[in-house]
C-alpha cells in the first residue's frame, strides 16, 4: 500500500469513519461516506448524512451492545448528499441499548456494493413514548366494559393524554396530564365518561404525548357503538373454538376470535381441578387464573362445569370439574392472534384472519416430577399485563407479557460479558425445547421485520394464544394419570415468578389520586399493576411484580412521586439528612388475644393511638425520615387467614399510628405480610397509603430527595434471596439508575433469638454493599446483633424489636434504634455520623405495654454489650464514619 493510501486511510479513522466497497475498494470520490453524530439520544430527532456514488439501494444496521438493529431496508437513493432522519429507534421503533455502538450503511447499486461503518456512542434515551396500545377497537356504551391504553414512557416524565371527537380537531374534549416517574409499563382506563357523564356514540381518538418530547403524539382511533349489551355467559364450548381442527388460516382465526372462558381468581392463584363434582374429590391437576381457558364440556351438576384443559406442570389433557362461580367469559381482541407449534418450535403472528410472520421460539420442557420445569401448557390463553425486563439464573429477559400465570412470552435471554450482550446460548436454542414454560422468542427480525420488541409493542390485551399440542401432551384421555405434586409444583412456580419481580398480578380496580387538571375520579383512572395471590399451601411469599419495578398505579400517586425523583436533579448544597431506623413492629394482635383488654388492641383502645411510639416522640419527630419494620397485616376482617405459628393482624385504621408516631417510611420484606395471603398485603398497602406512610420491600422502591440529593430503600426476605441471589444487586443497580446518592437495604434474615448473626446474613448484607449499597438494616430476629463496616457501607445485623404487639409476654425487652446522620457535599457524601439508641421495648417490665422507651443505666450497658459481643471491634454510642 503506498504513502498516500494509508495517509487517506489513517484520516478516516481518526473521524471514526471506515470506508470500503465491494467487490472493489473505491477511492472517496467513488466511496460510500458515512457521518453520524457522536451520540445519539433515542426519542430525539437528529440526522446523518451520506456521500452516495451511485443511484442504488441503501440499507442501515446499527451494531450495539452485542445486536445488529435493522434502521432502514433497501430504500432507494440517488447519487449525491443525502440527510437522512436518525432518532436511535431501529425500523420497528426499538430502541437502540445505552452504549457505544457501529452504524454499518451498505449501498447496493448495479454491479457493485459499498459499505460505510460510523462509530457512535447512545445516551439515556430522551422523553417519548414506546407503544401505546389500545384495549378494544370499538366498545359499546351500554356494556360496563371500560377503555384500557397500555404505555411505557422511555425516561420519567409526564403523559399528557388528550381525548377528541373524530373530525373536531381544534379542542380536545379534555386533557390530563400524568406525572410516571419511571419508565414502567402501565396502563391508563378511560370509562367512557366526558365530564361526568357517559359519552354519546360516535367516533373518537386519543392522543397520548410525551411532554417535551421530539416524538409528536401518538394517535389512536377508537368508536363508541350503540349496539346492545348482551353479557358473557358461560356456555359448553363449540367445536373448534378452543382449539383449531384444521390449521387453514380460517379456522385458525376462528379459533383465535372466538370467546374464551378463564377462571376469575388472581393471575397467579391456582384453581384446583378435581376428578368428581366434589370439593373433596382428587385433584387432578391445577390451572392459573385470568388469563388460562378451560373447554366446557358439560354445564352441571349443580355448583361445578365440567371441563378439559391441559394441567400446569407437564401439560398433559385432563377432564374434571370446576366450581362455576369462578368462571368469566372474555371477548378476544380482534385485530391480532398468536398461534404457537410447540412441535415446530414457532409462533406466527395473524392479524384479521391472515397470517402475517413466523418466529422461532423454544416453549418448555417437563423434567419429572415436575419440581423444577414445566411444559408450556397447551390451550388457548389471552395476553394480560406487561412485565419489565427481569433477571433468572443469570440471564435478563426483555419484552415478557403474561399469558399463563407466571409463564410469559419474552425475548431470548442474555448475559452480561465484558460491557457486552451475549445472546448466543438462548439464540442457537430456538428451535428447541429449553425453558421453564415461557416462551422465549427469537431477537432477529423475520421478512416481516417482527422479532419479541414487535410483539411487545403491538399485541394489545386479550389477544388470544394459542398453544397446539406437541406429540407428548396427546396421550389418550382414558390413561390415568397421576397429577404432579401439587405443591411441589406450586414451590417451583412461586419461586419462579418470585425472579421476575413481586406484586404483578391483581384484582384490578384501586384508583389513583385525582390527577392534575381536576379529572373527576370516576371519569379518568390509572390501572394498579397487578397483585399476586399465593395459595396458603406455601408459605414463601412471591408478589410477583411486572416491572421493575411496577408498582401499582395508586403506589405511585400515594407516594407522592416519592418512587424515581427525576434523575436530572442534583444538589450544590451542603445537605444534612438525619435517617432514624427502628427494629420490629407488631401493630397488631393474633387472633385469639386480640379481645383481651390486656392486648395490643386493648391498649390502643384504652390510650389511643399516638401511645406505642409516644415515648420516643423527640426522637422521630426531629429527625428528616424515621423507618421501622412493619411485621404485621393491616386489614380489618379475617379473609385470607391460613393458621400459621403466629399471624398478626391489626384494623387498617392501625396504620395511623405510625402517622402519630412519626414514623415515615415501613419495611413490608418480612415473613408476616403474607399472614393472610393476598388479601392482607392489598389491605396493607392500601391502608398505609390511605395513611400517608410510604413502604419498600418485596421490590417495592422508594427515594426520598431533599435538596436534590436522593436517598434510595429497597429490602429482601431471606426466603427470597435464596430464590434468586441476584434480586439484592438488581434492586440496587434500580435505585443507582435512577441517580440515588444513597442506599439503604433492608434485610429480613437470620434465626431468631441469636444474637450472633450466621454466614447468610453476612453473605447477604456483604452482596448489598457490593452491589452499591451504603447502609444495611436488619430484622427479624427479635434481639439485637452486631454492627459491621464492610467496603465502605456500614451495616446492623439486627435491631430486634420496637413496639411489639403481637406477644403479650416477650421473651426480651431490648432493642436498638440506629441514628445516622448524612452530610453531603453537593451530592457527594462527606460523612457519616452514628448515633446508637438502646430502647427497653416496654416500661412497665416484665408486662408489656407496647411503648418502647430509651434505655438507661444497667439497660443501656447489658444491650450495647450485647452488640459488642456480635462485632468485630467494640462501638461507642457515637461514632463517625468518613
Known sequence: MNARLR?????????????????????????????????????QNESITLEVPANGSLTLHAQALGRQYLIVKDVPVEKGSLNYPFSGLSINGEALPRGDAQLQAQLVTGDETFKATAAFRVLQPAAGISYVLLSRDSLSIHDEESLYADYQLSKPGNLIVSLYREGEDEQPLFRRTYN?????????????????????????????????????????????TDEPYTPATIAVTPQGHFLPETLDDQSVWAAMMAPITVIDIGAMQHQKVYAEPSTKSKVVGMMHGQTAAVEILELGPAGF???????????????????DKRLKTITPHERYGLLIDKNAQTISVYERGNKLGTLSVSTGVYVPPGTSSFDTVPG??????????????????????????????????????????????????????????????????????????????????????????SDDNLQPEHVAQEPVSIEDNLKEDLAQEEELKEDSSQEEELKEDPPQAAAS???????????????????????????????????????????????????????????????????????????????????????????????????????????????????????????????????????????????????????HYVDYGQDGKNSTRRALQD????????????IYEKNGVKIGFGGIRETIFRQNHRRIADEIEE????????????????????????????????????????????????????????????????????????????????????????????????????????????????????????????????????????????????????
Open 521 to 671: 375520579a370516576e371519569e379518568l383512572t390509572e390501572v394498579p399493576d397487578p397483585e399476586p395471590a399465593a395459595e396458603p399451601i406455601i408459605e414463601t411469599v412471591v408478589a410477583f411484580i411486572p416491572a421493575f419495578q411496577v408498582m401499582g398505579e395508586e403506589d405511585l400517586a400515594n407516594q407522592q412521586g416519592s418512587l424515581h425523583p427525576d434523575a436530572a436533579q442534583t444538589s450544590t448544597l451542603r445537605t444534612s439528612i438525619t435517617l432514624t431506623f427502628g427494629g420490629d413492629c407488631v401493630l397488631g394482635s393474633e387472633e385469639h388475644s386480640r379481645r383481651k383488654p390486656e392486648s395490643f388492641h386493648g391498649i390502643v383502645e384504652e390510650k389511643g393511638m399516638a401511645w406505642p411510639f409516644s415515648g420516643l416522640a423527640e426522637i422521630f419527630n426531629q429527625d428528616d425520615l424515621s423507618m421501622v419494620n412493619l411485621e404485621n397485616v393491616l386489614q380489618n376482617d379475617k379473609k385470607g387467614f391460613t393458621r400459621r405459628t403466629h399471624n398478626f393482624r391489626g384494623p387498617i385504621e392501625f396504620a395511623n399510628i405510625l402517622k402519630f408516631g412519626g414514623i415515615d417510611l415501613v419495611n413490608i420484606a418480612n415473613n
Open 735 to 882: 435505585l443507582k439508575r435512577q441517580g440515588c446518592d444513597y442506599i439503604v437495604y433492608t434485610c429480613h434474615f437470620g434465626n431468631e433469638y441469636e444474637k450472633q448473626h450466621n454466614e447468610l446474613q453476612t453473605l447477604m448484607a456483604h452482596t448489598a454493599i457490593d452491589a452499591g449499597a451504603n447502609l444495611v438494616i436488619g430484622h427479624h430476629t427479635h434481639v439485637v446483633q452486631g454492627i459491621e463496616v464492610y467496603n465502605g457501607g456500614l451495616i446492623f445485623y439486627s435491631l430486634g424489636n420496637l413496639v411489639f404487639g403481637g406477644n403479650l409476654e416477650l421473651t426480651t425487652f431490648d432493642g436498638l434504634m440506629a441514628q445516622v446522620r448524612l452530610q453531603f457535599e453537593g451530592n457527594g457524601l462527606s460523612e457519616t455520623a452514628v448515633r446508637l439508641i438502646p430502647v427497653i421495648t416496654s416500661g412497665v417490665r416484665p408486662q408489656n405495654d407496647f411503648r418502647p422507651v430509651v434505655a438507661q443505666g444497667e439497660d443501656k450497658a447489658r444491650i450495647m454489650n450485647t452488640l459488642n459481643q456480635d462485632s468485630e471491634q467494640v462501638y461507642p454510642e457515637e461514632f463517625v464514619l468518613r
Open 380 to 469: 388457548a390463553f389471552i395476553t394480560q399485563d406487561r412485565i419489565a425486563e427481569y433477571v433468572s439464573k443469570g440471564a435478563r429477559y426483555e419484552y415478557p407479557i403474561r399469558i399463563d400465570g407466571g409463564n410469559l412470552l419474552h425475548s431470548a435471554g442474555y448475559q452480561l460479558r465484558n460491557g457486552m450482550r451475549d445472546y448466543s446460548l438462548q439464540k442457537e436454542l430456538l428451535g428447541q425445547i429449553a425453558t421453564h414454560g415461557c416462551v422465549r422468542i427469537a431477537h432477529d427480525l423475520n421478512e416481516q421485520e417482527m422479532n419479541a420488541w414487535w410483539l411487545y409493542a403491538n399485541l394489545p390485551r386479550n389477544t388470544k394464544v394459542l398453544v397446539l399440542p
Open 305 to 323: 362445569l365440567k371441563i378439559r384443559a391441559a394441567r400446569h406442570g407437564d401439560g398433559k389433557w385432563m377432564t374434571g370439574y370446576i366450581p
Open 7 to 43: 495517509t487517506a486511510l489513517a484520516f478516516c479513522l481518526v473521524l471514526g469513519v471506515m470506508i470500503s466497497a465491494l467487490p472493489r475498494l473505491g477511492l472517496a470520490e467513488h466511496g460510500l461516506v458515512l457521518t453520524v453524530p457522536g451520540s445519539i439520544r433515542p426519542y
Open 180 to 224: 410516571r416517574n419511571d419508565m414502567l409499563p402501565h396502563t391508563y382506563r378511560w370509562n367512557k365518561k366526558i365530564g361526568n357523564q357517559p359519552a354519546p356514540t360516535g367516533s373518537y381518538y386519543f392522543l397520548f404525548e410525551a411532554q417535551g418530547s421530539q416524538q409528536g403524539a401518538i394517535k389512536r382511533p377508537f368508536t363508541l
Open 691 to 702: 395513611a400517608g406512610i410510604p413502604y419498600a420491600g418485596y421490590s417495592h422502591l422508594h
